[in-house]
């Protein structure tokens, strides 16, 4: 099926008699008819469900749509985006374990690996989101696990070399776990490029509306963790489960199993059902929605690149951009709904723009349906130093700026009349 098709049909396939609609089981638990199958449920000998911090009939089916998104072997929901990325990383990295991550990350990533996974005996390092294949490589210890980065870096807007740091990645063979939060499986598909896990807030354009906090991992199937030498964890036996070895027992899908059955269980940073389904209406449409935001991003990044009271003009799908003949090769559908801008006056100029806007709202949110806007360096990324701001490409007069599906012409007016309040 085209991937239009998948956002439809693939996920949940009632059967005879059954409610068309995918259901919300709310339901924290499950009844069996012998304690002899739930022993096997536990003991990882059958699939199903029995508690619902582990899984839900909702969640999966919502789960199994997403790997189809993705082109996946298997996906966990979680309940944030944050706890995605955390479980994408624990779940092969512990305590004197390195990992390497592109600088230009969501502030919040940033924070969760620079200080609490260094907490958690994880140190990381940050390079250049545009270093080269031998400074990837360089970065890489003998005890990094993985490399980390994010398609469309937010609110950098960096555009990831997918291909390039996944071939430094597997040269010393560890995987790449990239974040497709701004670019969604509608633009870009980084297993198809060779990442090895996928991440994504789907709170963001998955959900598209602003209802239901979410996050969901992605495994591609394709790593092969027995061949690496790197992780026992997946080739010895775990205690936890009587011995089981999850490349033997579950194959190319041992990722996405140990990540639900080791940190689930434990961590429980599970996703409600009803956050399921309400992510399963946005998903439905995220075909004809992402299409809009790009059309509509582009409309306004180049009224802004020709407006004189716009320093500059952040935004991959402009010619002028430096991440323009990358951004064709890994987005050539769209660009996504995310601009970042700065306005002549720098910090002062960029607040008064915001507190201008009267159709697009300032909020912490970003990539929904409705047009919003932030100052990151007094918000989302307030905590970093100026160093941190500087090496996540954050400067005091960006504005980011997610252009929703309204019409472009009413949102380049609504930012026309807050310029000229802005800017004297």
Known sequence: MHIETKCIQEGYKPKNGEARVLPVYQSTTFKYDSSEYMGKLFDLEEDGFFYTRLANPTASCVEDKIASLEGGVGAMMTSSGQAASLMSVTNIAGSGDHIVCSSAVYGGTFNLFAVTLKKLGIEVTF?????????????IKENTKAVFGETIANPALNVLDIEKFAAAAHSKNIPLIVDNTFATPILCR???????????????YMDGHAVALGGVVVDSGNFDWAASGKFPEFTQPDDSYHGVVYTEKFKNAAYIVKARVQLMRDLGSTPAPQNAFLLNLGLETLHLRMPKHSENALAVARFLENDDRVAWVNYPGLESNKYYSIAKKYLPDGASGVISFGVKGGYKAAN?????????????HVADCRTCALHPASSTHRQLTEKQLEECGISADLIRFSVGIENAGDLIADLDQALANAVK
């Open 127 to 139: 390079i250049n989101p545009d270093s080269t294949a031998e400074e990837i490589t360089a970065a």
């Open 190 to 204: 980084p297993i198809e490029f060779g990442a090895d896990i996928v991440v994504h807030s789907t709170s963001k």
């Open 352 to 364: 008064a723009t915001l507190n201008g806007l009267k159709t697009a709202a300032i909020v912490t």
